[in-house]
C-alpha cells in the first residue's frame, strides 16, 4: 500500500480520456461559473464541447465518491473499524468518478476524495513504482477494498521530512507495497484539503484475483505493524467483491 | 513567503475559538448529512451546541473563501495578472472563513482555499518561523494583497525532494519570506485538491503596515526571480487597502 505513488498526469485509472482541468474550467464557464471558478479568460474556442451536463457543479478530475448504500458495482463482503469508530453498514459501494451532489437514496454515506501528487517517494521509487504499479479494473480483480483511514493531530504536526523518516525510513511502506506490485492494484485519494468536513484524511482503493487475497492480508498486516500506523486513529477495512 | 509554515493547529488567524473538526462532523450530523459526512458515530453528547447555521453544509474548519465583487472589508487598489490570464476586475475583496455557497450579487468571482500541513520546511526552518511570524490581522496593517498562483505540471511531476530542492536549496523561498518576518504576515492557502476545480494551486493572503510597502515590493521581486516561479504559470497580484 505504498501511499503515495499516484501519477496525476499519466495513465491513472479513471482519468483516461477525462476531460483536462481546462476542459473543466470551461463547463465552469458554460454553467454559468456559479461556484466561482467561471472566469472568462480560461475560455478558448472548441473546448466549450467538454461542456455537457446541465446540472452538475465544475469539478476536480482528480475527484472520485464513494457511495455506501444499496447499489452499486461492488458487494461488501465484510467491514470492520480496525481503529475508532466504524462506519454506517451498507450493502453496495458505488464508486463514482466526480461528484455526487447529494446522498442517493438508501445511502447513508458518501466518502470523497482526490488524487494528487506524491508526497513521499523519491525519484528511483517513483520510477521504480511505475514501471511495476498496475492500474485498477483489471478484468481478473474479482475483489476490492476500500480502506479509509485518519491520522491524528501529532502526525500533522510533524514536518515534510519527519513523516518521510517515519513513513519510508521506519516503517517501509514504500517497499512493502512494493512486493505485492502489480498483483495488488491501488489508487490512494486525499481527502484531509477538501472543502468539506471529512470524517478521514485517505482512502485508498483496492483491487487484486481472488487468489492474491491471502496477500492482500500480509501487505495489511505488515502496514499495521508499522510504526506510521500508531499515527493513524481511524481505519475501517471493507472488503469486496464485484457485485 | 514562505509558502508552507502555516500551523493548522495553533494560532492560525480565523481559527481562533473556531469549531474543531469533530465539532464540524457533529453539525453535519445535525444538519441531516446530506454531504455525506453525517457519520453518526461521530457524535457525542454536547458537542451538538457547536451545530447553528441551518443552511450551511458541514464545511473544512480550514477553509477560507475569497469573494471578488463590490462588498467586504478590503477595497481594491491595483490588480494585475503576473503571468497568465487576469481575473475579472473588482471593486472589493470580502474574505469569508467558511463557504460561501454561490457567488454573491455583483461578485464576478470566488476563489477558496484550505490552510494545511507544511510540505517543505525541515524542523529547524519551522521553529524559527513559529517563533518569529505573526498572525494576520494586526491593526496596524492597514494593507494587504492577494496573489493566487498556478504551477505547471512539470513541477507536479516533481517529487518531494525535487520540488523541495528547487523551494529552498535553489531558491530561497523560507529564506526570503524569513527576512520580513515579522513585518509582513502571510497565510497561505492551498486550492489544488479540493472537490472543485479551481483556477489556482494556492492562495497567499498577506497584510502589512504602511511603511512596509516598499519591502513587500522587494520580497515578491525576489520570490519571482527565483528558480521555483519559472514552474509559476498563472499569478495574479490584487493590492488591498481596509474600506
Known amino acids: 500500500m ?44 472548441g473546448e466549450t464541447a467538454a461542456a ?13 465518491s ?19 469508530d466504524p462506519l454506517p453498514a451498507i450493502e453496495r459501494l458505488e464508486i463514482v468518478s466526480g461528484a455526487v451532489p447529494a446522498l442517493p437514496e438508501g445511502a447513508p454515506w458518501v466518502l470523497r476524495g482526490v488524487t494528487s501528487n506524491e508526497r513521499y ?25 476500500l480502506i479509509p483511514i485518519r491520522k491524528n493531530a501529532k502526525w500533522w504536526a510533524l514536518t515534510q521530512e519527519e513523516r518521510r523518516a517515519i513513513f519510508e525510513d521506519k516503517s517501509k511502506h514504500i517497499a512493502i507495497g512494493m ?11 486525499h481527502c484531509r484539503d477538501l472543502a468539506g468536513a471529512e470524517p478521514f484524511d ?9 487468489d492474491q487475497a491471502s ?9 499495521r505493524a508499522s510504526e506510521e500506523w500508531k499515527y493513524v486513529d ?10
Open 2 to 45: 505504498p501511499e503515495e505513488t499516484h501519477e496525476p498526469t499519466s495513465g491513472a485509472p479513471g482519468h483516461e480520456g477525462g476531460p483536462s482541468r481546462r476542459g473543466f474550467l470551461t463547463e465552469a464557464l458554460a454553467l454559468g461559473g456559479a461556484a466561482g471558478v467561471g472566469i472568462a479568460a480560461e475560455a478558448t474556442a
Open 52 to 64: 455537457a451536463k446541465p446540472t452538475a457543479a465544475p469539478v476536480n478530475p482528480r475527484l472520485f
Open 66 to 84: 464513494f457511495v455506501g448504500g444499496s447499489r452499486g458495482g461492488w458487494s461488501v463482503v465484510s467491514a470492520k473499524a480496525v481503529v475508532g
Open 121 to 145: 517517494v523519491v525519484r528511483a521509487e517513483k520510477d521504480a513504482l511505475v514501471k511495476r504499479q498496475a492500474a485498477l479494473g483489471r478484468p481478473e480483480c474479482a475483489l476490492a477494498a
Open 179 to 189: 512486493k505485492y506490485l502489480p498483483a495488488i492494484a491501488r489508487r490512494l485519494h
Open 202 to 210: 485517505f482512502i485508498t482503493l483496492f483491487d487484486y484475483a481472488k
Open 215 to 223: 496477500a492482500f492480508d500480509d501487505l495489511l498486516a505488515a502496514l
Open 234 to 243: 481511524r481505519e475501517v477495512d471493507i472488503r469486496l467483491t464485484r457485485a
